[in-house]
C-alpha cells in the first residue's frame, strides 16, 4: 500500500513534471508563434516595378523594411540565375543591382524575376515579375550638321533614327527635341525615319562645350553620336544706360504696380533682373506649345524703315547717380521706325501668346514650328490673338514703349526651343538655305 502509495505519488510527481514541461514547452511555442504572428513585420520591399523593362545596363534600387532574408533571381527557359541570396537586411535596407542581361548570357525576350524576401516564418513576401529584356540600341545616323554653329546662332541637323522612343539634340545639360520629317510623321514604326532638329547655342555657351544626338528607345537603351559643329565665338559689345529717378518712377512703378518708390536703384534692380528672369522663365513655358511641322519657307522679314538701336548679345550696365546698379545683356534687336509703326509678322506661323509679358511690355510670340518662334516686344497696341494662324507680312500689332523701354521701338527676338538667339541668321536668305533649306532636301 504504502510502496503502491508511494509508487503513485512518484507516478503522480513524473505525470506532474512532464504535465508541465509539456505546458511550458506548448506555451512557449504559442508564445513564439504569436510572437511571429503579432510582433514580427510584414516585409516591405519597394522598387521591383524596375525588373519589368530591361535593357542592356540598368541599375534597380530595391528599398527594404523588416527583411530578414532576400532571394532575387530571373529565369529564363530552364535558367535560373541569382541575383541576390541571403543578404539580412534588419530595419531598413537598400539593396542596389546591376543588370547587364548580356553578361548574365540572357537573350532579347521575356523573362520570370522571382522575388522572395521574409521577416520571420510567417511573414513572406512573393512575387514574380515578368520583364522584357530589350538590349538593342536605337539605330541613329546624323545625315546632315553644320560645320560651324556662332554663339547666340542657331543650328540645324537631319538624322536618321530607327526603332527609337525619343531623338534629341544634347549641348551640355540642355535638350532640344526632334521632330519627325513632316512627311513621315504618320509612318510606322520598326522603319527609319528622318528627323530635323533645330537647335540654339544661347550666348553664354562656350566654345568647347559639346554637341551630341541622342536616340533613346522605350526600355532606356541609347544611342549616342557627337555633332562635330564648332561653335564660333562672338564678342559682344558693351553698353552703359544712364537712368534717373523720372525713368524709375515712370517705367519700374508700373512693372511694380506702386505708386510710390522709396529706393529707387533697387527698384530698378528688380525689374531689371528678377522680372526679366520671370520673362525668361515665361518665354521657356509658352515655347514648349510647338508645332511639329516647319510652318515656313522664305527669309524673316524685319521692321520696315528700322534703325538698328541694339543688337544681340549688347552686355549692358546701367548707371544711377555715377553708380553701376545693374546688368543684364539684351537678347534681341531693338528696331526703331516712326512712333506706333506697323509691326508685320516676320514669317508664317501661329500666335502663342499675345499680351503683357512683363518687361517687353505687350508682345506676341509667333511660333514657326519644331521649337522656331519670333518674339515682337514693347508694342504699343496688338492686333491678333492666341491661336490665330497668320502669314509672313501680316499686320499683327504696332511699336510702342510698354513695358522696360525708353522709347518708342521695337524688340525683336528669334527663339529656339525658349532660349533667344541672334535674329540676324533669319533676315538672311542665303543662310537658311544653306543650313536649312538645302540639309531638308538631302
Ligand atoms: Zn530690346
Same mark, same amino acid.
Given at each position: 500500500?504504502?510502496?503502491?502509495?508511494?509508487?503513485?505519488?512518484?507516478?503522480?510527481?513524473?505525470?506532474r513534471i512532464a504535465f508541465v514541461t509539456v505546458l511550458f514547452l506548448v506555451i512557449a511555442i504559442a508564445g513564439f508563434l504569436a510572437y511571429q504572428f503579432i510582433f514580427i513585420s510584414q516585409p516591405?520591399?519597394?522598387?521591383?516595378?524596375?525588373?519589368?523593362?530591361?535593357?542592356?545596363?540598368?541599375?534597380?534600387?530595391?528599398?527594404?523594411?523588416h527583411?530578414k532574408s532576400?532571394?532575387?533571381?530571373?529565369?529564363?527557359?530552364?535558367?535560373?540565375?541569382? $541575383?541576390?541570396?541571403?543578404?539580412p537586411?534588419?530595419v531598413?535596407?537598400?539593396?542596389?543591382?546591376?543588370?547587364?542581361?548580356?553578361?548574365?548570357?540572357?537573350?532579347?525576350?521575356?523573362?520570370?524575376?522571382?522575388?522572395?524576401?521574409e521577416s520571420g516564418m510567417f511573414k513572406k513576401?512573393?512575387?514574380?515579375?515578368?520583364?522584357?529584356?530589350?538590349?538593342?540600341?536605337?539605330?541613329?545616323?546624323?545625315?546632315?550638321?553644320?560645320?560651324?554653329?556662332?554663339?547666340?546662332?542657331?543650328?540645324?541637323?537631319?538624322?536618321?533614327?530607327?526603332?527609337?522612343?525619343?531623338?534629341?539634340?544634347?549641348?551640355?545639360?540642355?535638350?532640344?527635341?526632334?521632330?519627325?520629317?513632316?512627311?513621315?510623321?504618320?509612318?510606322?514604326?520598326?522603319?527609319?525615319?528622318?528627323?530635323?532638329?533645330?537647335?540654339?547655342?544661347?550666348?553664354?555657351?562656350?566654345?568647347?562645350?559639346?554637341?551630341?544626338?541622342?536616340?533613346?528607345?522605350?526600355?532606356?537603351?541609347?544611342?549616342?553620336?557627337?555633332?562635330?559643329?564648332?561653335?564660333?565665338?562672338?564678342?559682344?559689345?558693351?553698353?552703359?544706360?544712364?537712368?534717373?529717378?523720372?525713368?524709375?518712377?515712370?517705367?519700374?512703378?508700373?512693372?511694380?504696380?506702386?505708386?510710390?518708390?522709396?529706393?529707387?536703384?533697387?527698384?530698378?534692380?528688380?525689374?531689371?533682373?528678377? $522680372?526679366?528672369?520671370?520673362? $525668361?522663365?515665361?518665354?521657356?513655358?509658352?515655347?514648349?506649345?510647338?508645332?511639329?511641322?516647319?510652318?515656313?519657307?522664305?527669309?524673316?522679314?524685319?521692321?520696315?524703315?528700322?534703325?538698328?538701336?541694339?543688337?544681340?548679345?549688347?552686355?549692358?550696365?546701367?548707371?544711377?547717380?555715377?553708380?553701376?546698379?545693374?546688368?543684364?545683356?539684351?537678347?534681341?534687336?531693338?528696331?526703331?521706325?516712326?512712333?506706333?509703326?506697323?509691326?508685320?509678322?516676320?514669317?508664317?506661323?501661329?500666335?502663342?501668346?499675345?499680351?503683357? $509679358?512683363?518687361?517687353?511690355?505687350?508682345?506676341?510670340?509667333?511660333?514657326?514650328?519644331?521649337?522656331?518662334?519670333?518674339?515682337?516686344?514693347?508694342?504699343?497696341?496688338?492686333?491678333?490673338?492666341?491661336?490665330?494662324?497668320?502669314?509672313?507680312?501680316?499686320?499683327?500689332?504696332?511699336?510702342?514703349?510698354?513695358?522696360?523701354?525708353?522709347?518708342?521701338?521695337?524688340?525683336?527676338?528669334?527663339?529656339?526651343?525658349?532660349?533667344?538667339?541672334?535674329?540676324?541668321?533669319?533676315?538672311?536668305?542665303?543662310?537658311?538655305?544653306?543650313?536649312?533649306?538645302?540639309?531638308?532636301?538631302?
Amino acid at each position: 500500500m504504502y510502496i503502491h502509495d508511494n509508487k503513485k505519488t512518484r507516478g503522480n510527481g513524473f505525470s506532474r513534471i512532464a504535465f508541465v514541461t509539456v505546458l511550458f514547452l506548448v506555451i512557449a511555442i504559442a508564445g513564439f508563434l504569436a510572437y511571429q504572428f503579432i510582433f514580427i513585420s510584414q516585409p516591405v520591399l519597394k522598387g521591383t516595378d524596375g525588373f519589368t523593362v530591361l535593357p542592356a545596363a540598368k541599375t534597380i534600387v530595391l528599398q527594404g523594411k523588416h527583411i530578414k532574408s532576400l532571394e532575387v533571381s530571373v529565369n529564363q527557359g530552364d535558367r535560373k540565375i541569382e $541575383l541576390l541570396k541571403g543578404t539580412p537586411g534588419g530595419v531598413e535596407k537598400t539593396y542596389t543591382l546591376q543588370i547587364k542581361p548580356k553578361d548574365l548570357a540572357l537573350s532579347d525576350g521575356i523573362a520570370s524575376i522571382q522575388v522572395r524576401a521574409e521577416s520571420g516564418m510567417f511573414k513572406k513576401l512573393s512575387q514574380d515579375i515578368k520583364a522584357t529584356i530589350d538590349t538593342v540600341p536605337p539605330a541613329l545616323n546624323i545625315i546632315k550638321s553644320p560645320e560651324v554653329v556662332s554663339q547666340g546662332g542657331a543650328g540645324f541637323v537631319v538624322l536618321m533614327a530607327k526603332d527609337t522612343d525619343s531623338v534629341f539634340v544634347k549641348l551640355e545639360d540642355r535638350r532640344f527635341p526632334a521632330f519627325r520629317k513632316p512627311s513621315e510623321q504618320s509612318a510606322q514604326d520598326g522603319k527609319a525615319s528622318y528627323y530635323y532638329v533645330f537647335f540654339p547655342i544661347p550666348y553664354d555657351v562656350k566654345e568647347n562645350a559639346l554637341l551630341y544626338a541622342v536616340a533613346q528607345d522605350a526600355a532606356g537603351n541609347q544611342n549616342v553620336q557627337a555633332i562635330r559643329s564648332t561653335i564660333k565665338p562672338v564678342s559682344y559689345r558693351l553698353s552703359s544706360i544712364a537712368i534717373d529717378d523720372k525713368f524709375i518712377d515712370t517705367v519700374a512703378a508700373s512693372l511694380l504696380n506702386e505708386t510710390s518708390i522709396s529706393d529707387h536703384a533697387s527698384a530698378f534692380k528688380k525689374v531689371n533682373e528678377d $522680372l526679366r528672369a520671370k520673362a $525668361l522663365e515665361k518665354l521657356m513655358d509658352i515655347s514648349k506649345n510647338t508645332d511639329p511641322k516647319i510652318l515656313w519657307n522664305e527669309a524673316f522679314l524685319q521692321l520696315r524703315n528700322g534703325q538698328v538701336m541694339a543688337v544681340y548679345g549688347d552686355k549692358r550696365t546701367y548707371q544711377y547717380k555715377g553708380n553701376t546698379i545693374s546688368h543684364s545683356v539684351h537678347l534681341g534687336y531693338d528696331l526703331a521706325s516712326n512712333a506706333h509703326a506697323p509691326v508685320e509678322a516676320a514669317n508664317s506661323g501661329i500666335i502663342r501668346f499675345a499680351g503683357d $509679358l512683363s518687361i517687353y511690355g505687350n508682345t506676341v510670340v509667333i511660333d514657326h514650328g519644331m521649337g522656331l518662334m519670333s518674339l515682337y516686344g514693347h508694342l504699343s497696341s496688338i492686333s491678333v490673338s492666341e491661336g490665330q494662324p497668320v502669314s509672313r507680312g501680316d499686320i499683327i500689332g504696332k511699336t510702342g514703349a510698354t513695358g522696360l523701354a525708353g522709347g518708342d521701338h521695337l524688340h525683336f527676338g528669334m527663339l529656339l526651343h525658349g532660349y533667344e538667339v541672334s535674329p540676324l541668321f533669319w533676315w538672311d536668305l542665303h543662310w537658311i538655305r544653306v543650313n536649312v533649306l538645302d540639309a531638308m532636301e538631302g
